[in-house]
């Protein structure tokens, strides 16, 4: 009897304990889930004040250091198989202290020297490289020493929100005006940063807004090409639109407009390469004479937002940010990852979110799309390499302007849609229909502007473009 008393109280005991550390088990859960909602109530702390002037991202850094840490890791240099930047050492020098560059596409592919003979991306062009780089890549590129570049260049390689406040003397409109019209290297000695979290962000509330007044305009001139006029882009977009329309203040294509170099974005007509290029027809711009057949050629820059706007992931809603600065979970809070950066470099969080396929099976999709696209993209650049060359010799051989007139304009497009998809930075995969239907057209307009040279093609009218000052563009960093 005593042996069995003692058992149950053996097991009394046994029971009590569990029950204790159980207790202690589920108030410590319950503290920590209240911890973590505490935590997500208050996404940071407040450690120094932000103000619509604060232009140091490290400054916002101390109130937001998961961004921030995020942010700087723009610095890595990582390759993908048709992209992407491979650092190679150089020794630096008294006009360019840099120590490593990436590679360069001009000397990879010469055809593209012929494809800008005369324009100052012919002497050098290198493959693009993290948001960290914008800034002295542009800096010190050779085409700096090419072509005189206005200040407006800078619209889209720095953190120019507070200069443009400061040149207007707050207002950002007239400082965007008197920027555009001022020196590249008179801009260069008031910026400080590359892009930085003022340029995307409300210092107050951390909203998203729009802080380019090229981008204002330009999305209002495509909004209202679509029958809805007069569109403020930071009072009627919806957040995830501003997750697009943040990275498309620079993402796009471009021109310098007038005397005054106004930075324009040529939407007025649409967003397709070859409703831009109608709009430059119309309004008779061009960047720059061929050196070697004399056509009025365009430059296009670097149309990320226009391709993707073309494609599924737009069509589906999904956003830039979605892609390449996915969301990720850090204890938690839920961040927005600021190392912008391919989505193949970041599969799991910014494809398998919505792809339920191996790693390996999404980077092969890709990679396929990206091959095909580079296959049509070489037979363009063929096709406009054998007119540039039907051109030069018709040139020396003494046909005058008139008789190559049609020709010339057929080179003007077919490089100018080639270029569309030769800039645009995704090799294809933001749109691959889009862009199969763009180098299609380059490919046939190159034809044509051959069999036009050697009198086979009916004189059909081509648009003549009329003279007017040539663009100072040499050009951003990467395009």
Not at 51 to 58: F, G, K, L, S
Not at 242 to 257: L, N, P
Not at 419 to 427: P, R
């Amino acid at each position: 009897m005593t042996e069995k008393k003692a058992s149950t109280a053996r097991t009394i005991l046994v029971t009590a304990a569990i029950a204790a550390f159980a207790a202690v088990g589920v108030t410590a859960l319950l503290v920590n889930i209240m911890e973590h909602k505490q935590e997500a109530r208050n996404p940071f702390f407040r450690v120094v004040e932000l103000t619509d002037d604060t232009e140091d991202p490290a400054v916002w850094g101390k109130n937001f250091p998961v961004q921030f840490d995020s942010y700087k890791r723009t610095v890595d240099m990582v390759r993908t198989k048709f992209g992407g930047s491979e650092a190679f050492p150089r020794t630096p020098t008294e006009k360019d202290p840099r120590t490593q560059v990436t590679t360069s596409k001009i000397e990879d592919d010469p055809r593209l020297k012929r494809m800008w003979a005369g324009y100052a991306f012919a002497v050098d062009f290198r493959e693009e490289r993290g948001h960290a780089y914008m800034l002295d890549d542009q800096t010190f590129t050779e085409r700096q020493q090419v072509v005189k570049q206005p200040g407006t260049c800078m619209n889209c390689h720095a953190s120019t929100y507070v200069t443009m406040k400061t040149l207007g003397e707050g207002d950002v409109e007239k400082g965007f005006e008197r920027m555009n019209q001022m020196s590249y290297l008179e801009v260069r000695n008031l910026v400080k940063h590359p892009v930085a979290c003022i340029d995307c962000h409300d210092s107050q509330s951390m909203a998203l807004r729009i802080t380019r007044p090229a981008f204002v305009e330009g999305i209002r001139a495509y909004k209202s090409s679509q029958g809805v006029a007069a569109y403020d882009v930071n009072t009627q977009a919806t957040r995830q639109e501003m997750r697009t329309y943040v990275c498309a203040q620079c993402h796009v294509e471009y021109y310098f407009k007038g005397a005054e170099k106004r930075l324009t974005f040529p939407w007025h007509k649409g967003l397709k390469a070859d409703q831009v290029l109608e709009y430059y027809d119309e309004v008779g711009f061009k960047d720059w004479t061929h050196a070697e057949t004399g056509s009025s050629n365009l430059k296009a820059q670097h149309p990320e937002f226009e391709t993707y706007s073309q494609g599924i992931h737009a069509r589906s809603g999904v956003a830039c940010a979605d892609c390449h600065m996915p969301y990720t979970k850090v204890g938690a809070m839920k961040v927005s990852d600021h190392h912008v950066r391919s989505p193949l470099l970041n599969i799991n969080k910014a494809c398998q979110t919505c792809h339920r396929w191996p790693e390996e099976e999404l980077k092969a999709r890709v990679e396929t799309i990206q091959t095909r696209h580079t296959e049509m993209r070489d037979l363009a650049m063929d096709a406009l390499v054998s007119l540039i060359d039907d051109l030069k010799a018709a040139k020396e051989a003494g046909k005058s302007d008139d008789e190559m007139a049609v020709a010339r304009n057929f080179q003007r497009r077919a490089s100018f849609l080639l270029d569309f998809a030769e800039a645009e930075n995704s090799s294809g995969f933001h749109a691959p229909q889009e862009g199969a239907r763009i180098l299609a057209q380059s490919i046939d307009a190159s034809r044509k502007g051959q069999l036009a040279i050697r009198g086979a093609l009916p004189a059909a009218p081509a648009k003549a473009v009329r003279k007017s000052p040539e663009s100072a563009l040499g050009g951003g960093a990467a395009g």
